[in-house]
């Protein structure tokens, strides 16, 4: 019986979610990517022998990719090796000033206890539990939904569902509700880091995104060979379960006729026939047109302000001194408002940024000998990046800011250049075309940002989007689940017979 054939466009998360959902339904699957390696923003950039993760370097959610497997007979844990981190981040303000925030949520409470008085560490547990309730309400009607929609959100639920509404907290800002629970402002300052998880402000985005605070309390992993390691592991999966990728291969254009999407043309020219296509790239490429005319329906397209947060990174291999280094550690700066500020109102880099450390070779504190150590910098920058070049002048001014804050802090990086690499906003705009280098889409501020997300279908019917610019947002698990949901409305649309003798799971593979 001929099969459904279906090309994926980009081997990010999503891509690769969609390509091993598919191949394991029994679907003719073709990936094509134009990187040289699968995992698009969860690249590693190698540093003389050293392997460093240079995206997405926090793991949550693991239960997606748990599902995932479980969904075709495998186990996770048998494929990617993950260890629970006990400290889930380190905060630093200045030499003296630090606060650890851990797994366990009473050493969190006690922790906040003694750093700012019992008052405000009862005061956190009404955060832990009000960002447990907002989770728990818009899991299914929204996470896992294939397309955002408020009237779902609040119909799953019946009349119940709208009295719910106040409590996931859409009309008010993240910042407003954060002055509500912690009277410390660096307490604020700690919890409202969570809305740049989403490439937002935690002064213009709703206290919704407090939920990413749940999130990461349900746990963190670090995962053996990195976060690559993931898609690795998910790339043979997909080629195991009979999918064909092809890496170093640019599509041009998405073939459509008739109205209907039905197949590629490749850079080089070759086209390559499809009944539906997925396209993992940012939905500002589909509406910039960088997939033809025609495709460019499939998307609405991004106003410069409304695009999320860039970044500058230093990938490193250097010693370090000072500072005890846990796994993930945040720098903050002096004027939080400021900084947000200078990206979002003035399209510049802040004067003085908030600066995360991704040490990689430490895992639950565990001490580094004298020798280097493998290091992401990370400072949030505007996405301006198809506007501005970021010359050598501009970089060092930049690296002099964000060493200076860590300094502050006590930690000095001695990294020669020669074992550093820099990327800009301009060079994330390059790997990640149409974007301006913003990382994780359109932002999200303002309570209807979400729902402007576009779901797994378009107008265009076979052709699909999946990926951290759709909904249900960024972040490696949100993306994956937006490849889960691709996969499962392509496989609603063409009404496919099951026939996945690989899984032995005749009509059994629940993509929802
Ligand atoms: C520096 C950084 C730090 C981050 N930190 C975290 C974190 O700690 N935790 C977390 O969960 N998330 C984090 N994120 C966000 C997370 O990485 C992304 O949301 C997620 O990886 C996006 O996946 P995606 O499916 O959208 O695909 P992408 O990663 O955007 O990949 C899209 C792929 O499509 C390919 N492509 C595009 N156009 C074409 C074409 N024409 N032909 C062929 N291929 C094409 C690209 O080459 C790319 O490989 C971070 C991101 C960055 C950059």
Partial sequence: MPRDRVVIVGAGIAGLVSAFALAARGLDVT???????????????AIGSAQIDSGPTVFTMRWVFDELFAAVGRKFADHVRLRPLEILARHAWDEHTRLDLFADEERSVEAIGDFAGAAEAARYRSFCRDSRRIYEILEKPFLRASQPSMGRLIGANGFRGLMQLPQIK?????WSALSQYFHDPRLRQLFGRYATYCGSSPFTAPATLMLVAHVEREGVWSIEGGMHGLAAALADGAKSLGATIRYGQEVSEILVSCGRANGVKLSSGERIAADAVIVNADVAAVANGLFGIQARRAAAAIPARAR???????????????????RHNVFFSGDYAAEFDDIFGHDRLPHEPTVYVCAQDRDAGNAIEAGEERLLVLVNAPANGDRQTYDAAEVEQCAQRTFGVL??????????????????????????????????????????????????????????????????????????????????????????????PKTAMRGGMSMR
């Fill in 31 to 45: 990936l094509i990517e134009r990187a040289a390696a699968p995992g698009g923003k969860m690249r590693q950039l």
């Fill in 308 to 326: 999320s947060l860039s970044a500058m990174t230093w990938s490193v291999a250097a010693k370090t001194s000072g500072f005890p280094l846990s």
């Fill in 170 to 174: 859409p009309f008010s800002s993240m």
């Fill in 407 to 500: 300094e502050r802090c006590g930690l000095r990086i001695h990294r020669p250049p020669e074992t550093t690499r820099v990327t800009t906003p301009a060079d994330f705009n390059n790997l990640f075309p149409a974007t301006g280098g913003a990382l994780y889409g359109r932002s999200s501020h303002g309570w209807t940002a979400s729902f402007q997300r576009p779901g797994a279908r378009t107008r265009i019917p076979g052709l699909y989007l999946a990926g951290g610019s759709t909904h249900p947002g960024p972040g490696v698990p949100m993306a994956a689940l937006s490849g889960r949901s691709a996969a499962a409305s392509l496989m609603t649309d063409l009404g496919s017979i099951i026939q996945s």
